[in-house]
């Protein structure tokens, strides 16, 4: 049975994409989970491409316009309710599987994170040491490792093939349902698994790979987490399984998590000039990274999520989110600062305009349709959300006070070096205008950083990738 399981798989791996999705489908649905378990990375390889399956399924480069069947076909076999979920959740009560992702196959910076200990506890259960407890792979599940092969798949080789114009792809497509899907504006939980599958029993890791280096990951990271009583809900400090919630927040976790860590990654090298001048991400890569920040914000909206910097829910959907604005804020004021310093002086740097007065104004995001514009996402979206006033606005300038005040001061000067008889330029700059000539901005702007420099620190931001723990209090990162 197994053999003719595998035989069927590699034939219809062959047929052209409309028969090989509808034979997939057919042979998920009937196939013992078993066989599927050894097919699932090959897979995930064919999907993606690799060096034995070419360029894979062409998840960048089919459009909507240009290929509108094969467009409807590749989101209906991917759709978070599609086959290939289908699969990766049938496959995580067995208990799930693991699939090995090398060390190097992420950004530099993420590399760099795990291997110094300041990684995420989300990965806690997933490091795979060598004999000098050194970090070389990620153990995953199956639902893991697909989120992980898919963020992933926007940095790979070719990136900069398409002009920065063409937008409708079916690799955007799927992001923005995933972002809705596992990050539900509101803050709620996603729909349950299909199956009545829960939480992830992950198979455990062979033992010479479970000896972890007391300084890796052994610590909580969301901001008061436990002294808001949170900790009976969401596991114990230092629990391989921290974080990993219910049947829900665990998978809005990992999309959290995964995503923010790929797409928003700055792979900066030392002393490297070439390195530091060129854009750290393609055109592409700063749309999807747009898309993201708006579905974090619209996810961050819900009832008890706090003002600006408050304590949240405390525990479950409400903790996720207030970690969720400090890793949007962490990594997305790097993210904005080094595109801002490198990208090209063209009328591309729109992207990036548009990437930094998302992050800033999170109130413009708040409803479950701050995606469904997709189509029309290179053109500036209109505001949503009322602008609040007062101490409310106060509170969310507080909060993001270096991507308003450092990316401000980084990004004017490049107009004293472009020709604002451009139309395309001129523009850049009435918007950036525009956003800061609301009432009551300046002034608030000019205050908070008064009262920093009056306390004779820089404006800083906590960085959520430092580890907590008894020995040391927060650590901020100076971005002056």
């Not at 094969?70 to 289908?86: H, K, N, Q, T, V």
Request: overall charge neutral; some cysteine; glycine content about 10%.
């Amino acid at each position: 049975m197994a053999q003719d399981v595998m035989s069927k798989f590699y034939t219809i791996l062959n047929l052209p994409l409309y028969e090989k999705l509808n034979e997939l489908t057919k042979l998920i649905d009937s196939s013992p989970n078993k066989e599927l378990q050894a097919l699932f990375p090959q897979l995930i390889s064919n999907i993606f491409g690799s060096s034995c399956y070419n360029n894979g399924w062409g998840l960048r480069s089919v459009t909507c316009e240009a290929q509108p069947q094969e467009y409807a076909l590749l989101l209906a076999f991917l759709a978070p309710s599609g086959a290939l979920l289908r699969l990766a959740a049938r496959l995580l009560p067995e208990p799930a599987p693991r699939y090995t992702l090398p060390l190097h196959a992420l950004p530099l910076e993420m590399q760099t994170r795990l291997r110094r200990g300041g990684g995420a506890q989300l990965y806690a259960d997933m490091l795979t040491l060598d004999a000098a407890s050194s970090v070389v792979a990620l153990a995953l599940n199956p639902f893991d490792y697909y989120m992980l092969n898919f963020a992933l798949h926007l940095l790979s080789a070719d990136q900069n093939k398409s002009s920065w114009e063409s937008w409708n792809s079916a690799y955007l497509a799927l992001a923005c349902d995933y972002l809705q899907h596992f990050l539900p504006a509101g803050g709620g939980a996603p729909p349950p698994l299909p199956h009545g599958a829960g939480k992830p029993r992950a198979a455990p890791l062979q033992p010479a790979t479970r000896q972890c280096s007391p300084s890796l990951l052994l610590q909580p990271e969301l901001a008061g987490l436990h002294a808001a009583g949170g900790g009976a809900e969401w596991g114990g400090a230092g629990g391989a399984e921290w974080g990993r919630g219910g049947a829900g927040e665990w998978r809005s976790e990992s999309v959290l998590q995964l995503f923010l860590d790929v797409w928003m990654s700055v792979d900066d090298a030392p002393g490297n000039m070439e390195q530091q001048q060129r854009a750290p991400c393609s055109p592409e890569r700063v749309r999807v990274a747009r898309v993201c920040v708006k579905a974090v914000h619209a996810y961050c909206a819900g009832p008890g999520a706090g003002g600006a910097g408050g304590a949240g829910g405390a525990a479950g959907a409400g903790a996720l989110r207030q970690y969720a604005r400090q890793l949007l804020w962490a990594r997305g004021v790097r993210l904005v600062r080094r595109l801002v310093d490198s990208w090209p002086l063209d009328a591309s740097f729109r992207l990036v305009l548009e990437l930094w007065l998302s992050l800033i104004q999170p109130w413009r995001y708040t409803g479950a349709d701050v995606l469904h514009d997709r189509e029309a996402e290179g053109a500036e979206t209109a505001g949503r959300g009322a602008m609040p006033d007062g101490a409310a606005l106060a509170a969310r300038v507080a909060e993001a006070l270096p991507a308003w005040s450092c990316a401000l001061a980084a990004v004017l000067p490049r107009f004293l070096r472009q020709d604002l008889a451009n139309y395309k330029n001129a523009v850049m700059l009435f918007r950036i205008g525009k956003v800061f000539s609301q009432p009551n901005l300046v002034p608030i702007l000019r205050d908070l950083e008064q009262a920093i420099m009056d306390n004779g620190v820089g404006l800083y931001y906590h960085n959520p990738d430092e580890s907590w723990n008894n020995n040391s209090n927060f650590e901020y990162r100076y971005v002056l």
